[in-house]
């Protein structure tokens, strides 16, 4: 077990970083078939217990390529196997998927929910999340084909579920472990920059855009930044 935290701003909204509580740091030993989210739905669980107005959830350093099953089953969705077991913690589990059970799916804030990533991988395929970020995890070639496939199986059965929109997933992963889209009373939106402006990456370090867009004084994240203590440098 690790204490994670999340943050309360004055506005309402709830902040909620999954590295804290599901990230590659925090591994003792790498665990890429097994490494799992539930910390996070843990924790995204405590901040809606305070009922928030909005969620903002942190996505990136993961451990985990389970999809955000993990998670999802700490708010109260199941994922069960052909004998109606809950599938075991991790990426690997989801070759057994079988059956996902949405009706106890804990509800959004009544803003939404807005996932904050800086990766654009999809799901699955050759340049999928479990190809482009498993071996950082510790996954060999042989266990990204297996993570790769678990992920496929998931967005397959998820497609025919019109609930699967309530995942926060249409589906593209959560972050590095992306959630490319947000809910917004009940509706999954296209992402956008938090700003409302997509910036000009082309040619440029996208930290560096990034970082500069963050300190400028007229975005009300850099206030977030700010008023969290940390600095921000080149």
Known sequence: PVLARWLALGDGTAVVELAQSSGLPLMPRLDPLGAHTRGLGEVIADALDAEPRRLVIGLGGS???????GCLTALGARFEDRSGRPLRPGGAGLLDLHRVDLGGLRGTPPEGVVCLTDVSAPLSGGRGAAAVFGPQKGATPHDVATLDAGLARLAGILGGDRGGERLL?????LGDSGCRHHLVDGRVM???FLGGVEPDLAGRDRREVLAKWLASEKDRWAKLIKATGFKLEQ
């Open 169 to 173: 997933i249409a589906h593209r992963h």
């Open 190 to 192: 296209k992402p956008k």
């Open 63 to 69: 451990a985990s390529t389970d999809g955000g099953t």
